[in-house]
């Protein structure tokens, strides 16, 4: 269900917000999609976070065909550990309520089968909280800074643990408006993607990574 996202904020802001080094070149991104090149965050087996270029749409090292990333772009947080709709949908746009960057927890793959090696990730979804469930029943697993470290942690494998941060993020931290259609061609990428629509009076209220 999360088929798009945006990054917009200054390569500072990501270097600040989320310990790494600021990228050379961050492009303002309104329509993120599935199949595309997108940034994560991986931590270094010495503890240091590093930002790295991702396909969107996880390739299991097991899969004999790597199209199968076209339907592998979410993963539900309920079954990660064990992980080896054709009417009109309304497109929303959901943030923080602050405003701020924030990250999603995400899994990472290394597909090498033939060729250079494909280097994917998935999007952790989870149920959804008050704000969301009148748009849809799951939502992406949003962390807080103070989970990120431990979500990061390549020595962690208590995956008990692990699942108690997969949570959705309570609502009152978040906000959401409806877009328009524009959001639907991952061809068209500008700010006209997040635009607010008027108000219509509807009630709306593996590895690991890290988006």
Known sequence: MCGRYTLHCSAAAVANRFGVSPPSLLPQRYNIAPSQRVLAIRQRANGKRELVPLSWGLVPFWADDPTIGNRLINARAETAATQAEGRHKQPWY??????????????????EKGG?????????TCPANSLMQPIHNRMPVILPAEHEAA???????????LSQLLKPLPAAA???????SLVNSPRLDT?????????????????????
């Open 151 to 161: 979500w990061l942690d390549s020595n962690a494998h208590d995956t008990a643990q």
């Open 94 to 111: 959901i943030q923080l309520a602050s405003g701020q960057p924030f990250g999603f927890a995400g899994l990472w793959e290394r597909w």
């Open 174 to 180: 978040m906000t959401a408006y409806r877009v328009g």
């Open 191 to 211: 700010a006209g993607c997040i635009q607010s629509l008027p108000e219509s009076g509807g009630n709306a209220a593996v590895q690991r990574s890290l988006w």
């Open 116 to 124: 250079t090696p494909i280097h994917s990730c998935t999007v952790l």
